[in-house]
């Protein structure tokens, strides 16, 4: 999007007005078209269209609430500041109006708005909202970047992955691969990531099903008799299953 210059608002605010009629129960609008127009390429290419000139505009697929914050907007150029993590709901909303409708200085000022609500409180974006934003943006959506980042920095200082997250990742490879596209950005000096091709690693071995959390119940063997136990005529001892299985190998399968 392109830059303009700023002009007042008194100079926007003419007498021909526009109806827009916003989601299922059609709320209507009466908004200046010369301000909303100047404010948004998406309804300048609507209501100055000279194939088909026309007044009235309908969003079915819209929320009121988020509208209403747009409208806000539109006459004042500021954005409510969030309380709470709910709050932030109906902003997520209003920053994807403002990318479908063009509107760079709402996209400025909403992406502002939740970058310092995340950092006043010390807090980082939940899982449910970064899904709901990479559902409806593209890749180079500046917000997706910011809720990417802050959540690599979660991930990358945190103790262990939340089971949440974890999950996630493993079925949303592109968000796995964006974390890692984040974390290379930052620039990490080389002598701090360390390099376990220097020295020798010695694995340690667990059985598979116990680093699973359970393990398999061992088959019951039927009785034998005593006889059948005996070999040239001398009893055979129990072997241990790791002396019959090669370097260490449990017998199960892995995953």
Known sequence: ??????????????????????????????????????????????????????????????????????????????????????????????????????????????????????????????????????????????MRQLLVSAVARFLVLGEGIPQHWDKALRKNGQLAVDIILAVQKWGIERERVPDVREESVIPILEDSEQSRGHRMEEPKEEPKDEDETMTNGIKEEPRDDDEELPNGVDGHDEE
């Open 1 to 142: 999007m392109s830059e303009q210059r700023e002009r007042p608002l008194h100079e926007l605010l003419s007498r021909d007005m526009v109806d827009i009629y916003v989601g299922p129960e059609n709320t209507h609008w009466i908004l200046h078209e010369k301000l909303l127009c100047y404010r948004s390429r998406f309804f300048r290419n609507i209501f100055y269209n000279e194939q088909s000139r026309t007044k009235t505009y309908g969003l079915p697929d819209d929320e009121d609430e988020p509208f209403k914050l747009f409208v806000g907007w539109l006459y004042s150029t500021s954005v409510p500041v969030p309380r709470e993590e709910k709050d932030l709901g109906s902003l997520f909303d209003l920053y994807l109006m403002a990318e479908r409708w063009e509107i760079r200085g709402l996209v400025v000022d909403v992406l502002e708005t939740v970058r310092r609500f995340y950092h006043e409180n010390e807090t980082y974006p939940g899982l449910r909202r970064v899904q709901y934003v990479y559902a409806n943006t593209d890749t180079e959506s500046p």
